[in-house]
């Protein structure tokens, strides 16, 4: 079965850095493209950003919103994909969720984790 | 950036059909391929999202043939028929043509 578990959801400051991670189970991971989507509490899906998998470079997107603060990176060797997620701002907020890409280069969302949540508040 | 256009809700009785409309600002059709980059997600409440079409019109395994998608190029539509309680979520089109991928808003499906 497929499962992709989030971590490092915290409660931090405006300005501070944060880290998620995000590992798969039941499958691969380095052989699939990795996206984050973010859901504000009460809101919509936004999306955040995709890594593709080492058989397409790596490439990586971003959402305008995060383009320059967030960065993504993958360790194949560990089966872990990372969000850091710097200079934090208060819409920043949300429930982050990895997501299974469809293949190593199509990124859409085919599986998703359970989510980690982010709170920014001083 | 591409922007999705969904209604905010829909109300429907049960055994009846919904149609969820999504109309994008510009083509999702990529001609070498003949394929349309959008995909259709289902969220309940407290859940994650759930993939349910993807290529427009291909249904992933495991879900209903109740649920279809259509449309090509910027306008498209996610049928349920005969509509059931359990389909009472939020459903999102999602377009994967062009980097920033977007979400529509969208669709409250009620039971009327």
């Known amino acids: 079965e497929v499962q992709l578990v989030e971590s490092g959801g915290a409660l931090v400051q405006p300005g501070r850095s944060l880290r998620l991670s995000c590992k798969g189970s039941?499958?691969?991971?380095?052989?699939?493209?990795v996206t984050w989507v973010r859901q504000a509490a009460g809101g919509g899906l936004e999306w955040v950003g995709f890594?593709?998998?080492?058989?397409?470079?790596?490439?990586?997107k971003y959402a305008a919103s995060v383009e320059d603060r967030f960065i993504l990176s993958r360790d194949d060797s560990e089966g872990v994909v990372y969000l850091q997620m710097n200079s934090l701002k208060t819409e920043d907020a949300a429930l982050y969720y990895c997501?299974?890409?469809?293949?190593?280069?199509?990124?859409?969302?085919?599986?998703w984790g359970q989510g980690t949540l982010v709170s920014v508040s001083s | 950036d591409i922007v999705l256009t969904q209604s905010e809700s829909l109300a429907v009785s049960l055994g009846e059909r919904a149609i969820i409309n999504c109309r994008s600002s510009?083509?999702?059709?990529?001609?070498?391929?003949?394929?349309?980059?959008l995909a259709w997600y289902q969220q309940k409440s407290g859940q994650p999202p759930k993939l349910l079409i993807s290529?427009?019109?291909t249904r992933e395994s495991g879900v209903p043939d109740r649920f279809s998608g259509s449309g090509s190029g910027t306008d498209f539509t996610l049928s349920i028929s005969a509509l059931q309680a359990d389909d009472l979520a939020v459903y999102y089109c999602?377009?994967?043509?062009?980097?920033?991928?977007?979400f529509g808003q969208g669709t409250k499906l009620e039971i009327k």
């Open positions: 999602h377009q994967y043509y062009d980097p920033p991928y977007t």
């Open positions: 890594i593709r998998a080492t058989t397409h470079g790596q490439t990586k």
């Open positions: 997501t299974k890409g469809f293949t190593d280069h199509f990124a859409f969302s085919v599986s």
């Open positions: 510009q083509t999702l059709l990529y001609n070498s391929n003949n394929k349309n980059y």
């Open positions: 290529w427009a019109s």
């Open positions: 039941g499958f691969r991971l380095r052989d699939y493209a």
